[in-house]
Structures are given as C-alpha cells and as structure tokens.
C-alpha cells in the first residue's frame, strides 16, 4: 500500500507555487469546464461528490453551501480556514507555502459556485512564510486575470484577501474565527444563527478548510463520481483523497495523502515504515490531539474511513495521526495535551476556564508521582463536565482528550496514585 | 511613535477590507506596528486607534488576547521551541533545556543584552518534521542538538539565521 497523490502530485515540483510552473503542471484546467455550468450545479456536484470538510468537524462540503441564505440583500462571502493549530496537524502549511495556486484555484471555483465576489484567507500568524507565498500567488493571478474584474475574461468581480491570525488556537473554531476577521477578541458565537445565514459582517458566509477549497478544482476537473470512487471501503460516506500529517515514533513521519480507508497497519508500517528501532506501537490519537487517543489492538484494526474511526471510539478530526511508542508515559501526554487546552483556553464560558487549569494541576502531581487515589474521580468529573457544558468545542475537545487516556490507560495513571 | 511609512501601510492594509470595515484591520495594523517598533505600547494602541477609528481600549483588547503580540519588549530575536505532543514525543524538551543552558537563562526570560528571548511554544505546525523551532516566526525543523547549536552561534555572533525551509523550497 502506499501514497495516492492528488492534491500533493506537483508538490516536489520545483517552483510549483508559481503560476508558469503551476499552469505548466495543469493549472488553472478546472476554469475551463467551471464557467460552462450554472453555480447551482456546482453545488449539486460537489454534494455528490461525497466531500466532507477536513478541517475537523467532517460536515459534507455540498450540503453545508446549499445552507446559504438567499436574497438577504446582503452580500455572500468565503472564508478559508487555514488557522491550522491542532497539534499533530502540518499538511495545511505545506499547501500554502508549496502549492498556493492550487487553493486560489479552489477559491475561484467555489466562489461561482456560491456566488461570492470577496474571499478570505485567514492563516495563523506563525504561517509567515505560507502568508507571503499566498500574496505572491494572489498577485500573479491578478495580474494575470485570473482575479480582479474578470476571470479568464469572464465578468465575475472577485479578490482574495489574506488576513493573518496571532496566536490563538481558538481562531480555527469558525465563528471564534469571523470575531477574529471582524476585529475583535477571538472567542465563538452562538450558533444558531449558524455562519451560511450570518457569518462574516452578518452576511452569508462559507467557512471551509484549506484543503476542503483544494479538493474542489480536482472535482470540477473530473467529476463527483471520481472523487467518490477514490474510496477503498465502497459503503464509506466519507471518500476522496485524504492529507494526514503522521507524527510520533514512525520512523518516516510526514505529511502524506492517501484513499480513504487506507488501514492505519498500512499506513504505520508501510507507509510511514513502522516504528523506531526496538520500539512497539502502543498508542495512536488519530484526528489530532483533541480526539480520544486508541490502543495498539484498536488502531491496527482501524481504518482512516471516518466510519471505521467512529466506531472504534474516536473521530478523523483533523487528520493528525499522532503515533506513539512503548516508551510513552500516557499520563504524561496527556498532561502535555491538557496544558495546551489551559493556555489556549479563550475565558469566555466557566466549564472550560476552570476545567483545563485544575486537569493540569492534578495530572501535574499525578505524573510527579504525588498523586491521590481519589484523583481519577475528580478527573472524570471535570471531564464529564466539560464535555457536556462547555460554550464551544475546545472544553470538548479538551475532554476527548482526557477520555480517552483514562479510558485505554487507566491503569498507568492508577499506578502513579498510589497516596 | 509609528513611522509615516508604517502608518501609510496600515492605511493602505484598511483597504483589504470592505468599506465601513475597517475594525478588521486592527490585527494588520498591530504586526505592521510590531515589525517596526518590536513590541506594542499603550501609546502603539491609541495610534492605530486614530487610524482606524478605534477606540485604544478596543485595539487593546485585542492585542492582549493574542500570543504573538508583545506587550513588553522582548529579546531582538525570539526562539520559540514547539514542546507540544508532536514535538515533545520527539525530544523538544531536551532541546529546550539545553538552549536554556548554553544562553543561561530559562524560558520566557531575554539574555542581558537584549538580543534573545526563548520561549516554551504550542504547537506551531511542525509535527511530521519535529522537533521544531521558530526563530522570530521562521521554521527551523527536524533539530538535533548539533542544529541547534548552529543555530545559537549564529545568533549570538550577531549573524541573521535563514529558515531551511525558505532556502531550499523550489
């Protein structure tokens, strides 16, 4: 079993992040079958293409443009998510620094499907490198008209704005993302009114990942039939090429695009080359760090379908797959994810404000060795707690977490809370 | 106080965004004024205030909410070691430790003469090449400790360090 490239087949290509290069390599192609159908067919391709968004949540990419309010008098705006901040996940990052034609391309494409004539890029701040490379890509597509007033000649207004975030993971969080486009603090909305009836300035908005935008000239190009026939598990509801950044203990860690359902006993040991010398898998977060991690006897008969991920007990996520050896202290990851939750904690609802610190400073005694028998008690209550009270999904996803190391390992913390 | 020049680039930064907007080019405006003066002041707020048609209280929120905004001065050249998951499984504390030593100071604090700040960093987005580090925002990746060292003579011979990844990419 190895790679399928699709999304990443030029991305070794030397200068591929410019437009001679990237045209040279078929670039800009989808443009030519995507002005000969009506946007609303569009949308109908891509719903039956089976897309699902990548960024984490998973919700099909067709279904959640048809969510746009209409004759709101307002105009419609896209928003690309490429906050990237969930620990374990890289591939974002190299789709903007090495390949950003192929989402300005993406962008295009959606926009007429939508009908939207301004798009946003918001990428973290520490993405430096990846933001100039996408202005530079944005400049060359309009000076090339590729952009602007027309597209191709065609008369469709359309510009791309590039808005850099500053450090806070909150800002992936969609509507925690538009505050943050707005000008204000980066904490979330209530939803309803969910971002498709009022996003961005209270106008309809799309909120896509990047590489969501960057799967859709690839269906335009060959049809919601190809993309759904890149699937190895043909009842699977979630096909299509897949980007996962593998980190850990293999020993070739990478960002790596695969079909859907490839195993991950394939993806560890053939892909990525198996474990470090001498060392066992014992343990495998598969969707980034905000997903229940799962034991060597799980994972090994796991597939990357978001159903087979599902059903043994955790979600795609992001499609960070972080791998982890025999030499783990479990407690201890878990401290070190817990102590990313506390700091990025946005303050604005208590569950989540509270909760993070207290799991850190008990998982911090446990893994000290100071732990009380009584501790795992009060950690399943903070977790219990987050999880069904928090405002947004990061006291969630921060439960996950915790879950999912007492659920598979509880023993090791047992052993460190002896009193 | 801003330069004419940084103030007509966030001037110019106000247009990325639809008329009345204007409110969204507060972040912009903030890393223009960082990248020319280092670090943000009560006295940055109220400027970009002014240009933006912002109350300083408001870019003031917004500047203490987010990590990448200085709110003091920090060392000239700030190295953020990534020791989320990623990173820690593969050694970043290790090498945390052992920029601390050769600098003698511990994370978050500068070296006496201002030149550079370390820092315990979430994670930047580097997993599949950790461990990792920035070097005021630029990617140094798959370290060893020889790397890092390399890395740290240049720095403290007052040499600027070019990111790899800006190097070698095609």
């Known amino acids: 079993m190895a790679e399928r490239r699709i999304l990443l087949e030029h991305l070794d290509v030397p200068n591929a992040h410019t437009l001679d290069v990237w045209r040279a390599h078929g670039g800009y192609a989808s443009l030519d079958s995507l002005f000969a159908k009506e946007p609303a067919a569009w949308v109908d391709e891509v719903k039956a293409s089976g897309l699902c968004g990548r960024g984490g949540a998973g919700f099909p990419t067709g279904m959640k443009w048809s969510f746009l309010a209409k004759g709101t008098g307002k105009p419609t705006y896209l928003v690309v998510n490429c906050d990237e901040s969930e620990p374990g996940t890289c591939h974002d990052r190299q789709l903007v620094s090495r390949l950003p034609h192929l989402l300005v391309e993406g962008i295009i494409c959606t926009c007429w499907a939508i009908d939207a004539h301004h798009a946003f890029i918001y990428i973290r701040g520490e993405y430096a490198y990846g933001a100039e490379r996408l202005e530079a890509a944005i400049a060359e597509a309009n000076a090339a008209g590729l952009l602007g007033q027309t597209i191709n000649g065609r008369e469709f207004p359309l510009r791309i704005t590039v808005h850099r975030g500053a450090g806070a993971y909150i800002c992936g969080e969609e509507t925690a993302l538009l505050s943050s486009l707005e000008g204000d603090k980066g904490q979330p909305r209530q939803k309803p009114p969910f971002p498709a009836v009022a996003g961005l300035y209270a106008a309809p908005t799309i909120v896509n990942n990047v590489q969501t935008i960057c799967s859709i000239p690839y269906i335009v190009k060959h049809g919601a039939a190809w993309f759904a026939g890149i699937n190895l598990e043909p009842e699977s509801k979630s096909p299509g090429p897949r980007i996962v950044s593998v980190s850990g203990h293999v020993q070739r860690p990478g960002v790596y695009e695969i079909e859907n359902g490839t195993p991950f006993r394939e993806l560890i040991y053939d892909i990525c080359g198996g474990m470090l010398p001498g060392r066992d898998l014992k343990a495998v977060i598969p969707g980034g760090s905000s997903m229940p991690m799962l034991p060597k006897d799980v994972i090994l008969n796991t597939t990357t379908s978001f159903e087979s991920i599902r059903a043994a007990g955790s979600q795609p996520g992001s499609g960070a797959i972080i791998v982890m050896d025999d030499s783990t202290s479990i407690p201890h990851a878990i401290w070190r994810i817990a102590k990313f939750y506390a700091h990025e904690s946005c303050g604005k609802c208590t569950p989540c404000r509270e909760g993070n610190p207290w799991t850190v400073k008990i998982l911090g005694r446990i893994i000290a060795g100071q732990g009380d028998p009584r501790d795992l008690a009060i950690l399943d209550d903070i977790a219990e707690t987050m999880e069904k009270n928090s405002f947004c999904p990061l006291g969630i996803a921060a439960a996950w977490a915790l879950q999912g190391g007492l659920k598979h390992f509880r023993h090791e913390f047992e052993a460190l809370c002896q009193g | ?170």
């Open chain 2, 1 to 170: 106080m801003l330069s004419d020049a940084a103030r007509a680039e966030i001037l110019a930064h106000r247009e990325r965004y639809p008329e009345g907007r204007q409110k969204s080019a507060v972040m912009g405006a903030l890393h223009i004024a960082q990248a020319e003066l280092g670090w943000l002041s009560p006295e940055v707020f109220r400027e970009v205030g002014e240009l933006l048609s912002l109350a300083p209280v408001h870019v003031a929120a917004v500047a203490t909410f987010y990590t990448m905004y200085e709110k003091e001065p920090a060392g000239q050249h700030v190295i953020d070691v990534c020791c989320n998951i990623s990173c820690m499984l593969r050694g970043a504390y290790e090498i945390l430790e052992h920029i601390e030593q050769r600098l003698g100071i511990k994370r978050g604090e500068t070296t006496a003469d201002g030149q550079i700040t370390i820092r315990e960093q979430e994670c930047i987005g580097s997993c599949s090449t950790a461990p990792a580090l920035q070097v005021n925002y630029r990617f140094h990746e798959n370290l060893t400790i020889e790397k890092v060292d390399a890395i740290l003579d240049q720095l403290l011979a007052g040499q600027p360090v070019a990111s790899p990844e800006e190097v070698t990419h095609g």
